[in-house]
């Protein structure tokens, strides 16, 4: 059932019978894991009592199969926690925080590359380190006088940053295939995923979450540290409004993730992002429902959703829909719709 090619197989039921009852990491991925049950599991996955079995839970990374041995039947609330996989997630199916939570699986495991878990924490570690230092360096040559500047300059920078998030999003959502070389397993695929399960994003810790948004405002945020080290003061308080701009450009940028992370999150909530959702500062909640509604074509703005409405309303994105169709042929979210009836 679980087990790779080249890999050894769950245990026999003779085996299974001497041991525990106690979940067991598959051999196959660290993603996976197969319980070695006592009694018999039939009316749960298995044909006959003693026969393996595999059954698939809602994530697709996740998977299980249990050896079955005949004998006394086993009840849910007598399995053990289940072992943490390497890379820190489980399946449900076991006892979890003391309450038992059945038998789905309760978080994506995050990607098995260890390199590409190295460079997201040292993404988020250098960005979060360079935008306290850009921060404490603007504060020191900000002047009173560059007051009504430095507030056009950072409302700018928001908009700015909805706008390319929204820019970004309607491409990976309406062209390209799963099956492009790179791309499209890096860049394309997650979107199609987000569609089939949209809460999938509330199950990736933080660093996950964030780690190639900081990777992509590092240079810009070094460029700004070394201005900081290297211009004139006088050229600094001259040039204070535009770095205020690019400051909060990207730090809205950095942020995108998140605030659709938290657009998705309906329980446990600190209490100052449900003010900042239910005033509008950042994405809301019930406005990125719009988004979601099939066939995903409206409303791609994710840092903010100031732009979404005007957007909309002077038919932005399907002015350009019909600008690339026309010129290549291509049909808008025609891989998308493919890809999700393949899932289905």
């Not at 789905?104 to 924490?121: F, M, V, Y």
């Not at 700015?160 to 970004?168: I, Q, V, W, Y």
């Not at 309303?313 to 393949?342: H, N, V």
Request: proline share 8%; net charge positive; aromatic share 12%.
């Amino acid at each position: 059932g679980c087990s790779a090619p080249g890999r050894a197989a769950p245990p026999s039921s003779a085996a299974a019978r001497s041991r525990p009852s106690v979940p067991r990491l598959c051999a196959a991925s660290p993603g996976c894991a197969f319980w070695l049950c006592r009694g018999s599991c039939a009316p749960r996955c298995c044909s006959s009592p003693g026969g393996a079995c595999t059954r698939r839970c809602a994530c697709p990374r996740t998977s299980w199969a249990c050896s079955c041995p005949p004998g006394r039947r086993s009840s849910p609330r007598r399995r053990r926690r289940t072992w943490r996989t390497r890379r820190g997630w489980g399946c449900r199916g076991g006892w979890r925080r003391r309450r038992w939570t059945g038998s789905r699986c309760c978080r994506s495991a995050p990607t098995g590359n260890p390199g590409k878990r190295l460079q997201e924490w040292i993404s988020v570690i250098l960005c979060f380190s360079l935008i306290c230092f850009n921060f404490y360096n603007l504060l020191l040559y900000l002047r009173l006088e560059h007051t009504p500047s430095v507030l056009v300059g950072i409302f700018a920078g928001v908009v700015t940053a909805d706008f390319l998030s929204g820019l970004f999003h309607w491409g990976a959502d309406t062209w390209g295939s799963v099956e492009l070389p790179i791309i499209g397993k890096a860049f394309i695929r997650p979107f199609r995923e987000h569609h089939i399960d949209p809460t999938a994003i509330t199950r990736h810790d933080f660093i996950e979450t964030n780690g190639d948004n900081c990777f992509m405002t590092l240079v810009p945020l070094a460029n700004m540290a070394y201005k900081f080290v290297s211009f004139s003061p006088e050229a600094l308080c001259e040039t204070c409004p535009w770095e205020c701009y690019v400051f909060a450009l990207i730090i809205f940028i950095t942020m995108t993730n998140q605030i659709h992370k938290w657009s998705h999150t309906y329980f446990g909530l600190p209490r100052w992002v449900v003010f900042l959702q239910d005033w509008h500062i950042i994405l809301p909640r019930k406005h990125h429902r719009i988004h979601h509604v099939s066939p995903h074509e409206t409303y791609f703005c994710i840092t903010t959703g100031w732009l979404n409405y005007p957007l909309e309303k002077i038919r932005f994105w399907r002015c350009l829909e019909t600008i690339i169709q026309g010129l290549t042929g291509e049909k808008p979210r025609a891989d998308d719709m493919k890809w999700a009836q393949k899932i289905k």
